[in-house]
């Protein structure tokens, strides 16, 4: 995929990574310009209270904002995406990957909302037991039937970290636009999952 073209999330068949092992994306697209950024603040938060592995696979970085910060905090970051937003050190598309591109690393990521299940339950399928995901969500994400059965009974996250201030995901990283307008009335959260935890989930206030 080139860097002109303007696809957003894929998935489907067929083979993924461009540098890490595979190919190309089918035709079909999911959301065209569908994209929404992080403040980093989100990771300054997460930190003070979680301290992820060394090794970050960024799977959606978009404009790179989450990962530039993550950098800074001297972590080592490999973000991917469908496209390319200038944040992007290679093109993929994670719903298709089939193994980690980094030893050791942990998965940490805005998901786009619509395919959230969709990118946890991969994030589980590529980790080893004790393997470490981190995904920002709505709260809203704690509720639903699909959900339930097929990710929170089966491998319940190991923390949910409540931000006690809202942080703003700006459509097209359009922050400022955001704030002129009021800022944004979405809850969000930080979902820890750590592959093979069978306990309680643990709420926490950030």
């Known amino acids: 995929m080139t860097k002109t073209e303007t696809k957003d999330w894929t998935g489907g068949g067929g083979a993924i990574w461009k540098t890490l092992g595979a190919s190309n994306h089918t035709a079909e697209e999911r959301e065209l310009n569908d994209y929404y950024a992080t403040d980093p603040i989100a990771i300054d938060k997460l930190l003070a209270a979680e301290q992820p592995p060394r090794n970050v696979w960024e799977c959606a970085a978009g404009g790179g904002h989450l990962a530039k910060r993550l950098r800074e905090k001297g972590y080592n970051v490999l973000g991917t995406d469908i496209?390319?937003?200038?944040?992007?050190?290679?093109?993929?598309?994670?719903?298709?990957?089939?193994?980690?591109?980094?030893?050791?690393?942990?998965?940490?990521?805005?998901?786009?909302?619509?395919?959230?299940?969709?990118?946890?339950?991969?994030?589980?399928?590529?980790?080893?037991?004790?393997?470490?995901c981190y995904m920002f969500l709505k709260l809203t994400f704690l509720e639903g039937k699909?959900?339930?059965?097929?990710?929170?009974?089966?491998?319940?996250?190991?923390?949910?970290?409540?931000?006690?201030?809202?942080?703003?995901?700006?459509?097209?990283?359009?922050?400022?636009?955001?704030?002129?307008?009021?800022?944004?009335?979405?809850?969000?959260?930080?979902?820890?999952?750590?592959?093979?935890?069978?306990?309680?989930?643990?709420?926490?206030?950030?």
């Not at 786009?112 to 590529?126: G, R, S």
């Not at 923390?159 to 636009?177: D, G, H, I, P």
Request: net charge positive; charged share 25%; aromatic share 12%.
């Open 83 to 132: 496209i390319q937003r200038g944040g992007v050190d290679l093109i993929a598309d994670f719903l298709k990957c089939e193994r980690l591109p980094l030893d050791g690393c942990c998965i940490l990521t805005n998901p786009p909302y619509k395919y959230a299940k969709d990118f946890v339950l991969k994030a589980l399928e590529l980790l080893p037991v004790g393997g470490r």
């Open 146 to 206: 699909a959900r339930f059965g097929e990710i929170f009974s089966r491998q319940p996250p190991r923390k949910v970290l409540v931000f006690s201030e809202r942080v703003l995901c700006a459509k097209n990283a359009e922050f400022e636009r955001m704030k002129e307008g009021g800022g944004s009335a979405v809850a969000y959260a930080w979902f820890v999952w750590e592959k093979g935890h069978t306990g309680d989930t643990i709420v926490q206030w950030i």
